[in-house]
């Protein structure tokens, strides 16, 4: 199993990027898709999760309203759309596909900074 995620960088505040996380290995349309985060000294949160079935979709108290989880099962790829950046929002984000607790696999990671 592989994840790779893509499009993280460097962005002003307010700025918007996009990150995508592509798949392969797995049956993707069984997985929950999962974006965390860790910044610096901090532990690792979860921001945003998109479920396998009917793509119900959640989002951290932080981010809400200004993140968007998507994904596309043919593509096998999840997506996050993060606009209104801020400096707070500087961490690595990793992907995350959870079936069950023996079918949990991570991304390397991707480094987003927000600063001015």
């Known amino acids: 199993v592989q994840l790779v995620e893509s499009g993280g960088g460097s962005v002003q505040p307010g700025g918007s990027l996009r990150l995508s996380c592509a798949a392969s290995?797995?049956?993707?349309?069984?997985?929950?898709m999962k974006w965390y985060r860790q910044a610096p000294g901090k532990e690792r949160e979860l921001v945003a999760n998109i479920r396998s079935a009917g793509g119900t979709t959640n989002y951290a108290d932080s981010v809400k309203d200004r993140f968007t989880i998507s994904r596309d099962n043919v593509k096998e790829t999840v997506y996050l759309q993060m606009n209104s950046l801020k400096p707070e929002d500087t961490a690595v984000y990793f992907c995350n596909a959870y079936f069950s607790s023996s079918h949990n696999y991570w991304g390397q990671g991707t480094q987003v900074t927000v600063s001015a």
């Open positions: 290995g797995l049956t993707f349309s069984n997985y929950d």
